[in-house]
């Protein structure tokens, strides 16, 4: 069939149509299509601001609890901050945030050690060991959230160890005056050990004669009378001489020591009678501070009962001092 010049001009408009509308399709779904992908993309990107706004945030509430924790080091505040930081997706945000939370951790653990060492040196102000120890762990609170607890820690111990210093001092003294107090009490004690009292000397026999027997000065020759020329007889040997006297119409009143035969120009011979031997007593004492004897009394006839008398006059004093001292001899 032999189509008509119209008919193939129609023909040709269709088919022009045709293409036409189809390119056209083809043109509208790439255009649709690629407004599909971008507003995916859109939506990818704010989707993925939403998150790092909703980390930023959550970095934010970390912080924030870690602070608190830092001023409030509780056993709370410890887990809060905690917990927030464990919903942190930022892995690098998570490690640095940890770590600073386990500094807050160590800087509690360092201020329980120092306060418990600062009361125990406290409660034990002289021992050296609890002091180096208290000042060591003190040393070791260098946070500045610990500064003003290291303050008061350190004014703890300084108050603690002038205490303890003026105790140490006190002691010292008191000891000293007790060891003084002694040496003065020792010195006195030998001073009247070496002190010879009267009743001491008079009960003290003399040296004997070489003969063994008493010697002469024990005994108590009568003077003649009327003869200021007289002279004592000296022991020879085994015998004793009286001396020779002036002539004076009668005996001479020598009376010499047995062991030997006594001659006498114009006496006869005589027995010696010896002198009673005076019975030994001990006299009791009492000094002040001074090393002055402010009282004794002798005629004891035991050491210990002088002594025993001595310590009790003292004691029965309104005021004794208490630097008296007492003894015997």
Do not use: C
């Not at 119209?6 to 088919?15: R, T």
């Not at 507003?39 to 924030?64: H, P, R, T």
């Not at 120890?133 to 070791?140: D, G, I, L, N, Y």
């Amino acid at each position: 069939m032999k189509l008509t010049k119209k008919q193939i001009l129609l023909n040709s408009g269709l088919a022009f149509l045709l293409v036409g509308g189809a390119v056209s399709g083809v043109v509208y779904n790439q255009h649709v299509q690629a407004e599909k992908a971008k507003q995916v993309q859109e939506e990818k990107k704010q989707a993925l601001e939403n998150a790092k706004q909703a980390e930023k945030e959550l970095i934010k509430d970390a912080k924030e609890a870690l602070l608190n924790a830092q001023k409030t080091p509780s056993t709370n505040n410890l887990e809060l901050a905690k917990k927030a930081i464990s919903n942190l997706k930022d892995e690098q945000a998570v490690k640095r945030l940890t770590k600073e939370l386990e500094s807050i951790k160590t800087r509690v653990k360092l201020e329980a050690e120092a306060k418990k060492a600062v009361s125990d040196y406290q409660k034990d102000a002289g021992n050296a060991g609890k002091l180096k120890k208290a000042q060591t762990a003190v040393s070791k609170l260098t946070s500045s959230y610990s500064k003003t607890l290291k303050a008061k820690l350190e004014k703890d111990i300084a108050t603690s160890k002038a205490q303890a210093d003026k105790a140490k001092k006190a002691e010292e003294a008191k000891k000293a005056e007790v060891n003084q107090k002694a040496k003065e009490a020792k010195g006195a004690q030998e001073q009247a050990q070496n002190t010879v009292s009267p009743e001491a000397q008079a009960g003290t026999p003399q040296a004997s004669a070489s003969n063994g027997g008493a010697a002469y000065s024990d005994y108590a020759p009568a003077p003649a009378q009327n003869n200021s020329s007289y002279v004592a007889p000296t022991p020879s040997g085994g015998n004793v001489q009286t001396p020779a006297q002036p002539s004076t119409g009668g005996n001479a009143g020598v009376t010499p020591p047995t062991g030997g035969t006594p001659s006498n120009n114009g006496g006869s011979t005589s027995t010696p009678t010896p002198a009673p031997t005076p019975a030994v007593t001990y006299t009791g004492w009492v000094r002040n501070r001074a090393g002055q004897i402010v009282w004794s009394q002798g005629g004891f006839k035991t050491l210990d009962e002088a002594a025993t008398a001595a310590a009790r006059w003292a004691n029965a004093q309104p005021n004794p001092e208490d630097a008296w001292s007492s003894g015997a001899y």
